[in-house]
């Protein structure tokens, strides 16, 4: 068996072009665009490299977007105000923390500072609340979890009833993610360092959701034949091979999991273009609730 790949790339293109066309129905309705707000801190490469595409993703369907840009050394007091500052402004209808901040802040604090209505990353705690309990529904839904969901509708997988493994349990992919797949009717397990006998729990799962942060750790005899798999991992490891001496890996052996997955996404090109395409969307979705036109 060889699994069929699940092209992220060309998912979030042609969900990005519907974006684009609902954006400019907006502004022909509204007569202004929908705004994202970044706030930055520090000069971590990668994430600064994050905040160049996600801007990027914006401009492509036409939502404007600013920043705000802190050094390393900024306070809690400092990062905060900047959260308020895109909160108070009516041009901004999303805002992104991007994450991880930098030790000492306390990100759980930052995060619970962004207005609820303008949670374009869906992380504030009460939407992360609202997720949880049965019956409840969040404003937002956080980016990358979501992304992994159409990811999961694309390659046709049945989540009512499945068995799901989520591997990696971390407030911005691992839990969120295992609450949707239980709001989806899956029955879900959560593995984690802690986790014994991991490795015949992934094989009971028809569903496998990787992200641990550890490069190639899932075998391709740890999956079940046939197990749709998504692979949150991105990893830079040493390849001397390539011209630029590294490449990226998932947290799932590519080349082992694809003769027995039924499906698998690939790294990069996978789950990374999906979390920036629901971001925007999320942003839109924002700006449509608030000017009283979201679906």
């Not at 129905?25 to 007569?31: C, K, L, R, T």
């Not at 490469?45 to 993703?57: D, F, G, I, L």
Request: aromatic fraction near 4%; hydrophobic fraction near 45%; proline fraction near 6%.
């Amino acid at each position: 068996m060889t699994a069929r790949i699940i092209d992220g790339q060309q998912l979030a293109e042609r969900m990005r072009s519907k974006i684009a066309e609902d954006v400019k129905a907006f502004q022909a309705a509204n007569g202004y665009v929908p705004g994202l707000g970044v706030v930055l801190v520090g000069e971590n490469p990668a994430s600064a490299q994050y905040v160049r595409m996600k801007r990027r993703a914006c401009e492509s369907v036409g939502i404007t977007s600013v920043g705000e840009y802190l050094p390393a050394t900024a306070t809690q007091d400092e990062v905060e105000a900047a959260v308020k500052k895109l909160n108070a402004d009516p041009a901004v209808h999303g805002i992104l923390v991007q994450l991880p901040l930098p030790n000492p802040l306390d990100e759980e604090a930052v995060l619970r500072a962004v207005s609820l209505e303008k949670d374009a990353d869906g992380l504030h705690p009460i939407n992360i609340g609202r997720l949880a309990m049965k019956g409840r529904d969040p404003l937002f839904t956080p980016a990358t979890p979501t992304g992994c969901m159409h990811l999961l509708e694309e390659a046709g997988a049945k989540l009512e009833g499945a068995r799901a493994v989520v591997i990696g349990r971390s407030n911005i992919v691992g839990t969120p993610m295992a609450l949707m797949l239980m709001k989806a009717n899956a029955t879900v397990t959560v593995c984690h360092s802690r986790t014994r006998d991991m490795q015949n729990i992934i094989r009971e799962a028809d569903i496998v959701v990787a992200a641990i942060g550890k490069p190639e750790f899932v075998k391709g005899d740890w999956l079940k034949p046939g197990a749709v798999v998504i692979d949150v991992g991105t990893n830079k490891v040493d390849d001397p091979t390539d011209s630029r001496g590294y490449k990226f890996v998932g947290d799932v052996e590519f080349a082992s999991a694809v003769e027995v997955a039924g499906a698998i996404t690939k790294v990069p090109g996978g789950v990374g273009p999906m979390t920036i395409t629901m971001l925007i969307a999320n942003t839109l979705k924002a700006a449509q609730r608030g000017a009283g036109s979201a679906v």
